[in-house]
Every structure is written in C-alpha cells, then in structure tokens.
C-alpha cells in the first residue's frame, strides 16, 4: 500500500486525479471504478479542468460506480446517478452509455444486483477503482459486518452511515435506508486502486482501516491484501499515522 500524504483537501485532489488522468491518457479505453460522497468532488472538478484544457479524452472511457440509493429516481438530486452526471458525467465527453450506475428504482433487490453483476461482468474489470472512505471503514456501502460481502448486494445503511449521510437531505428520515452496492470480491478485482481521505474526523479510522487488524468489521482493512492500492490522504487525514 501507498500512502501519498497531501497537505489539504485541494492537494489531495489534484494528485488523486493525477492519477487518473495518467489512467486515461496511457489506456484511453479504462475501466474507471467511480465513487461519490464528498471526498471525490475536488478529483471529479480537476478531471472536468484536464478535459477543458484538452489533456484528457473520455471519449472510450467507461465507468462503474460502486453504489446506489434504493428507492431514489436519478431525478433527486441526492441520487448517485444525479451526483455523477452533475459532478463529472456532463462537462466531459465520456460516452453516457458507457456510464454504469446500480438500478435504484428496481424494486426487486435480487434483480436489481443480478443485473449490476450481468453489467460490471460486461464492462470487464476495472484498470482503476476510485473509493471514498466510509466513518465506520465502509467502501461503497460494504458496511461493517461478518463476513465480507463479494458481489453486488442490497445493504441496510447502519446508523453511523445515515447519521454521516444526513447532512445532504432535509433531515436523517429523509435519508434511504437501504443502498445496493459493488461488493467487497469485485472492488478487489480491481487492477489498481486510489483511495482518496481527507480531514480530521477520518483520522481514526484511516489509522484502523489501513493500520489496523484486517476484519470485515472495518471492510476497507481488506484493501492491505490489494498488491496495488494507493491512498491519497491530506495531513488531517493522517494525523494519528506517523
Ligand atoms: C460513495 C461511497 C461511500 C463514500 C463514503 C465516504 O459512492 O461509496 O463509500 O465514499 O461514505 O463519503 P464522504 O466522501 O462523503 O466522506
């Protein structure tokens, strides 16, 4: 594992989407793993600027992303649909039918992550798998439990996650309770992975995700077995890591 220390948010993210864009220009037609959360905007708004500039093509690119609201239509501007098309998808020219998301308005959760299964094995593994990291350790919404998670499943959100999520809806009763997500066994067929942190309320659990013992208690400590993973962290981020 790598550790590329940033001084702030603005540093993280244009090293973090270096990285990509490096990605991009030596394989054109990458598999870009994508996440959302507030962590990855500044990246995604570095990633718009390379295009603006002309340094960056997507036009072969193609995405998965790791997660989805069940219950939101891509309408709400809280679904991770809206967030990736009002964050990277529309000022780039990345090919939108090369863009996958799970299905949040499926009802029928089996069939809802037995198609995202049928997608992600179309799209083929991902070259580069971008993630957030989760208060509790939870990458996409791989929550904490017993065993980890392989494939695309239903999850219900845990307390911690809703309580961290509220802050982008009207109130906690607001946020969806439940989420499908990639699951643990497809993040880590990613070829590479570029974790992105930042800030002093994930300084504890950058310490146990990538320090700590590796337990489905904390699913982002799975990420030490990766051969390629590459944490991109501002100093706040990393305060309790000498
Ligand atoms: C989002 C996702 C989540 C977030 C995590 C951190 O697609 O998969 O795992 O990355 O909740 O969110 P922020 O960046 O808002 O702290």
Redesign the pocket.
Known sequence: MRIIRTKDYNDMSRKAANIIAAQIVLKPDTVLG???????IGTYENLVQGYEKGDLDFSQVKSV???EYRGLPRENDQS?YYFMHDHLFKYVNIDLANTHLPDGMQEDSQKACAEYEAVIEAVGRQDLQL?????NG????NEPCEEFKKTTHCVNLTQS?IE??KRFFASADEVPKQAY?MGIGTIMKAKKILV?V??QD?AKIVKEAFFGPVTPQVPASILQMHPDVTVVADEAALSLVK
């Open positions: 994508l996440a959302t959360g507030s962590t990855p992303n790791l997660d991770y993630l957030g990291l989760g208060h939870h990458i996409g919404f996650t961290a999520n997500t992105v930042s800030g994930k």
